[in-house]
C-alpha cells in the first residue's frame, strides 16, 4: 500500500504517508476508492514520491544508520509499502549483504524501483512483490531478517491485525520498523507577511479531519490509540525501541526543496481550496503564483523542517 515519501499528517493532502512522506506530506494506500476526496491515484503521484523521498534522503540515510546499530546482518531486508523503491535502494546501500524486496500494492510504482534498483547496481539482489499489505507478504519465500513498513500501515484499515502479520512474516530475531508519526512539515515562517499569521496550523487541522476520513474510509477499519510500542508488543514483539529523525533544510532552499515545497502547497490547494476561507485561498494562490515576489518560487526566507519518527521491535528467537 503506502509508499513511504508522503510524510505524516504532513501536509500531504491526500497523501500521508510513502517514504515520501510522506507517504513529509507522505503518500500511501492504493485506491481503495475512498470517498471524502481521499482516493490516492498512486502512479500520478509517483514523480511527486520520487522527488520527496529523494529530498528526505538524509533523513533517511540516518534512520537506516540507526537500524544498522540495531539489526545484525539482515539476509533479507522487506520494504512493506516501498513506494517507487528509493527507500528500498537506501537500504540496498546501507546493508551491501542483504536482498531487498520491494512489495507495494501499485505496479507502476515497483516499475520504477526495479529501474532505480539497476541504475545503481543492486539490481541482482534486489527484487519486487506487487500486492495489497498484508496478505501479499503471505508469499515470500522465506522469512524476513528486517522488515520495513515507511509509512505505510496507516492506509491498512486494521492496524493491529497488520502489525500482528508483519510479525509472522519475521525470522526469529528479526526486526519489525515502522515509521509512523512525527511531526507535520514546515516551510515558511509564521507570518508570511500576507494574509493572517499562522496558515500553516489551519492547514494542519484541515489534513487531520482528511487523515482521519481517510482512515475512516479504508476497508476493515479499525480505530487503535496509536501507541505504537504497546501495538508492537501486543503483536508478540518484544524490545521496542523509538527515535524522531529530523530533516533540516534552512533558508535558502535548492531548486529540489523549492518544487517540493510548491507540489505539496499546490496539492493542499487542490484538496482543501474550498474548506479555506477566501483569505486563506487567496494567499495560497499568491503563495503558488511563480511571478509573484511573496511566492514561494521567489521569497527568500523557504525552508523545509520536518521530523519522523521510528518505532523498532524484535521477534522472539
Known sequence: MAHQQHAHHGHQAGAHGHQAGAHGRQSHGHGHGHSHGTDIDWAEMAPHLEAQAELFTPLYERALSWLGKEVTEPGLIVDAGSGPGVVSCLFAEAFPGARVLA????????????????RLGYGDRF???????????DQLDYPADLLWAGRSLHHLGDQRAALAAFGERLAPGGTLAIMEGGLPPRFLPRDLGLGRPG??????????????????????????TEDWPALLNAAGLRHTRTRSFLLDLPAPVSDRARAYVTASLSR???VFGDALDADDRAVLDRLLDPQDPAGVQRRPDVFVLAAHTVHTAVKPA
Open 268 to 270: 493542499l490547494r487542490d
Open 127 to 137: 527484487g519486487t512483490l506487487a500486492g495489497e499489505l498484508p496478505d501479499i507478504l
Open 199 to 224: 496558515l500553516d496550523a489551519r492547514l494542519d487541522a484541515l489534513e487531520a479531519e482528511w487523515f482521519a476520513r481517510m482512515r475512516a474510509d479504508l476497508p476493515g477499519s479499525v480505530h487503535e
Open 103 to 118: 512489495v507495494d500494492g501499485s505496479e507502476p510504482l515497483l516499475e520504477r524501483a526495479r529501474a532505480r534498483a539497476a
